[in-house]
């Protein structure tokens, strides 16, 4: 099994900065894709940032120049800074991760962690 947690989250200021931090551990050796989803109230859930098999990043268009997706991988960790937060970034981020081990691959989901950008 393999476990992802959150943490980061929170309210800020429209124009304030949040990081986000996601670690996963388990059964996990190899990882085909790790970043971060996120969901509005009323909206469909949707990548926001992440890391590829390849080491490439893709960014959703509304966060590019703001958001910055990082990771170390010895720990298995993956990191979103936030910056220039605005109202419409307010919404339940998902950390999920794809992978597993040797055959046995799975998409692993965190709790989800809510960010508010409000004044």
């Known amino acids: 099994q393999v476990q992802l947690v959150e943490s980061g989250g929170g309210l800020v200021q429209p124009g304030g900065s949040l990081r986000l931090s996601c670690v996963a551990s388990?059964?996990?050796?190899?990882?085909?894709?790790m970043g971060w989803h996120r969901q509005a109230p009323g909206k469909q859930r949707e990548l926001v940032a992440g890391f590829t098999s390849g080491d490439s990043t893709n960014y959703a268009d509304s966060v590019k120049g703001r958001f910055t997706i990082s990771r170390d991988k010895a720990k298995n960790t993956v990191y979103l800074q936030m910056n220039s937060l605005k109202p419409e970034d307010t919404a339940v981020y998902y950390c999920n991760a794809v992978g597993g081990v040797g055959v046995h691959i799975g998409d692993y989901w965190g709790q989800g962690t809510q960010v508010t950008v409000s004044s």
């Open positions: 388990g059964s996990i050796f190899s990882i085909y894709f």
